[in-house]
């Protein structure tokens, strides 16, 4: 297993210089850790979706510290310079046309005449594009169609003999991935909800966001039917089944909560509250979205290695980011397809 590197100014100029020579580096972001290579190596990139087990259509977001940097690469309009300025650096990535000139490797954006990029505030992250010297592509550092790590124990598990270096900071603060805007069309779209709302992005344009997310039911459908891939219906999943809307339990069942279960009890006799640690975990008893937001991964995981038959989930209020949590469970619970 890679060993977990203390970011450092040694360890930033060690990993940095490994990126270059077209290494894997596990990177810590605000929203969850990244798989980062240098985004204009083919052969780096190559070994992402290697990593990944990753569909190759699948194009990944590019990490960058400035806006010049973009422009260099992409089209940016008023409302991406808007959006920009208002919430970058920040837990948001937006699709921007491509310009002929880019020398982002083309296997990144995997054939789509536009590029995903986000500048993200994890001061780690910053400090590693910054000692690359390049700008990188950088997918949530799971294995394609698990759960996104939100602490560097979760890449050591899952991919930890698949990365060079693994730059371990803690748990990431928001949990979440980042909000995906695209702004090759003429109506700015939400490809994914995130902690950056579309209400927020739709205040900051001063012009309506289109919400209306499609999801695509099966990863082996046609290409051209996948405006964004991370729309694969099941993405963030468990291995143990979720139910979701829970009002009590089922024998046997684990439980994420959210808020109070002094009252809910378990069919046949029992009370919730009663359940050991590792059958139970309350994403937030306050009813913080935002914690809840923090500690979804995390509780997943935890409640996933237990070996229960299925995990019930309390009902997330679908307001603010009550909807990006919402988008990530209903995704975990579809059972159909694997990617
Ligand atoms: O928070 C995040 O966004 C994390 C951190 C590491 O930055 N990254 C992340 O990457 O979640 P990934 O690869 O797991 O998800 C990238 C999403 C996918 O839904 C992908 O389909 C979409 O961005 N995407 C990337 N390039 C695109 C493009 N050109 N057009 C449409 N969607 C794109
Ligand atoms: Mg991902």
Request: glycine share 8%; net charge neutral; aromatic share 2%.
């Amino acid at each position: 297993m890679t060993t977990l590197h203390t970011p450092s100014a040694d360890t930033l100029t060690q990993a940095g210089s490994c990126l270059r020579q077209g290494g894997l580096v596990a990177m810590p972001t605000e929203t969850v850790y990244g798989l980062a290579a240098d985004a204009t190596n083919t052969q780096a990139v190559a070994r992402i979706f290697a990593a990944k087990g990753r569909p190759s259509f699948n194009p990944l977001i590019t990490h960058v510290t400035t806006l010049d940097s973009i422009a260099q690469h992409a089209h940016l309009d008023d409302r991406a310079h808007t959006l920009a300025h208002s919430l970058w650096p920040g837990p948001l990535t937006l699709i921007l046309p491509r310009k002929d000139t880019s020398t982002i490797s083309p296997l990144v954006t995997a054939g789509l005449p536009t590029l995903a990029f986000r500048i993200p505030a994890h001061p780690i992250a910053k400090a590693l594009i910054e000692a690359a010297g390049r700008p990188l592509a950088a997918p949530s550092a799971n294995p394609s169609g698990m759960l996104s790590p939100t602490t560097p124990l979760h890449v050591a598990e899952t991919l930890g003999n698949k990365v060079d270096m693994i730059l371990a900071a803690g748990a990431t603060d928001v949990g979440l991935e980042s909000t995906v805007i695209d702004l090759s069309t003429p109506t700015a779209t939400l490809l994914r909800p995130g902690t950056i709302t579309a209400e927020q992005v739709s205040q900051a344009l001063g012009a309506p966001v289109d919400t209306n997310i499609k999801h695509t039911k099966s990863n082996t459908g046609e290409h051209s039917s996948i405006t964004s891939p991370g729309q694969l219906l099941k993405h963030y999943a468990p291995r143990t089944a979720l139910r979701l809307n829970a009002i009590d339990l089922t024998p046997g069942e684990a439980l994420l909560a959210f808020g109070s279960i002094t009252f809910m009890g378990i069919q046949g006799g029992g009370a919730a509250k009663e359940l050991p640690s590792n059958a139970l975990q309350n994403l937030s008893e306050t009813h913080n979205l935002h914690e809840a937001a923090a500690n979804l991964f995390k509780m997943l995981h935890t409640l996933d290695k237990g070996g229960f038959h299925s995990i019930a989930v309390m009902n997330i209020p679908h307001t603010g980011l009550g909807i990006a949590i919402n988008d990530r469970l209903h995704r975990a619970a579809q059972q159909t397809e694997q990617t």
